[in-house]
Each structure stands twice: as C-alpha cells, then as structure tokens.
C-alpha cells in the first residue's frame, strides 16, 4: 500500500513557546511518556522509512497571537522551508493566524509562491471563531492560489480554548467558498458527528484522521464505528485523509504500527451484524494515498 501521511509536525524546542514547551511536559506526564520537546524532520523521516510512508505534509502552527514566540511569522515559515529543504519526501504549509489581517495574506502568498508551500494551516484554538467575515479576504487568497486550508478541530492542549474548535464554525466558510478545499482534522474528535454533518453537507470538504492512534490503540470500536459512520455519509472513502499528528501519538502507536492498522482495517462482526458494510481494500487505498495526491499534488488518479 502506498501511504501519504497528510498530517505530520517538525519541531525543536528553539522555534515553539515556553508555554507549549509546558504543555507538552503536562501531557506526557498525564501519560506517562518522555515529553516531545524537540523533533526535527529527520526523525520523521527515520519513521517514515521504517513504515514505508512515501510523502509525508508539515504542518506549522501560528501561534503568535495567543503567545510569546521567539520565531517572527515569516522566519517560522522559513524554518519549516530550510528543514525539508533537498527532501523529496517532505512537503509543508504554512501557519497563519486569520487575525493577523494583511500580513497573513501576505505570508499565505510569500509562502506559496515564493516558499512551495502547499497548503495553509489554521489553529482556531489559539483565539478565534474561523467564520468571521474578517477572515474572507484571506479564504479568498487561498482560493485564488488554489491551495487546501486545514483547521485543528476538536481536543486542543491546556492552555488553548477548545471552544473554537467546533467544527460547526466552519460549516458557513465551506459554503460560502465553494472552491476552496477543507480539511477538518483529527475528524473533530471528540464531535465526530458534527465533523461528519460538515463534511457531508459540503463536498469541498475533508476529514483527517490523524490522532485515532489513540483509539486503534485503546478502543478500536470507536475508530470502527467512525468508518462506517463516515461511509454512511459519503465522507469515507474520497472525502478522508490518512494522517498520524506524528509525533505526538507515538507512544501510544508508532507510526509503523498505525499504517500496519489502518492498511489491514477489516470491519468487525459486531458493526456488520448491526447492518453497517465491510470496507475494500480500494477504499482503504483512497484514503491511504489517493485522495491526498490529488488533492496536494494535482495527480490524476
Ligand atoms: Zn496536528
């Protein structure tokens, strides 16, 4: 199976916050792992060769408005540009709070034109509602440089509000921008039915799945159930993306394991006596590789 891994993170602990560095530590404490303060795009290519990941997406986060940064917009985007920088294999967006205004529009079209970035990265987070008619000039920007948007959507860290993270708050932007494709993360979790009714409304947008590591690992029936609810929305299999959020779930799954689950993933009995459908390995090669070479790279599959 060939495998694009549509949503990955490169960092070290000189480009990200005091706060966030903080953050982190709390986490893997309530999880009892070591704290990922530094992981630079080497050790994801380490892991992407172990699991046969051909392409894998960076996305960086702007989060200059919620907190002290000690990267400029501009010289984060430029970090996250000289990291892949010779790598074949790695491809980044570019992070940009909507509330930066001009300037975002701006770096959105520094970034694309001048940088080969592929995509932009919203964090709604950090501080905002991503409807507001404000933000419309920069959707337009997108649009017009034909590049996706992807918003985190769903559980954020400590110091973030999860309030703006709802993915209902997208719903008005999908359909006033018709041509602009949207990726809601993570598939919202935990509002995995209302990511779904977003999503299913509006054939512009998409659903990730980075994260369900979690769930393969813990409680495989809640990523089983998601499947089905998502085929039975037609969200699944041309409307989702394969994704890890590598590297934060590796503890609970190494990103080996988590391609190894999904490119093996069989419905269990217990959903198909309840009358939901098997998946085919076709599907599964959809979300796994096809719907992302097309949706980043333009192929004609
Ligand atoms: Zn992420």
Redesign the pocket.
């Known amino acids: 199976m060939r495998v694009i891994d549509a949503?990955a993170?490169t960092w070290i602990r000189d480009i990200i916050s005091e706060k966030d560095l903080e953050a982190r530590r709390i986490a893997a404490k309530r999880n009892g792992s070591t704290p990922q303060l530094d992981s630079p795009a080497i050790n994801l290519k380490q892991a992407m060769t172990k699991a046969g990941i051909e392409r894998a997406i960076i996305?960086p986060i702007d989060s200059g408005l919620n907190q002290e940064m000690p990267l400029t917009l501009t010289e984060k985007t430029d970090w996250h540009v000289d990291e892949i920088e010779g790598e074949d294999s790695l491809y980044t967006f570019v992070g940009i709070d909507p509330r930066r205004g001009e300037e975002g529009i701006a770096e959105l079209e520094r970034a694309v034109t001048e940088k080969g970035c592929i995509g932009w990265k919203m964090y709604p987070p950090n501080g905002f509602y991503p409807d507001d008619d404000e933000y419309y000039p920069l959707y337009e920007k997108a649009a017009e440089l034909g590049i996706p948007v992807l918003l985190?959507q769903g559980f954020t860290s400590r110091y973030k509000h999860v309030k703006y993270a709802r993915p209902v708050f997208v719903d008005k932007v999908a359909a006033d921008f018709p041509k602009l494709k949207i990726i809601l993360?993570h598939v919202g979790a935990p509002w995995v039915d209302e990511t779904l009714m977003v999503a299913a409304k509006n054939p512009n947008v998409y659903v990730d799945v980075?994260g369900w590591q979690m769930f393969a690992a813990r409680t495989p029936i809640k990523l089983y159930q998601m499947i089905v609810d998502a085929k039975s929305f037609r969200v699944f299999p041309n409307r989702m993306l394969w994704g890890s959020?590598f590297p934060?779930f590796e503890h609970m799954m190494e990103l080996v394991d988590w391609v190894d689950f999904f490119a093996n993933l069989e419905i269990p009995n217990v959903l198909l006596d309840a009358g939901y459908p098997q998946v085919t390995q076709d599907e599964i090669e959809n979300v796994m590789w096809k719907n992302a070479a097309r949706l980043f790279f333009g192929e004609k599959l």
């Open positions: 949503h993170h996305l985190h993360a980075s959020d934060l």
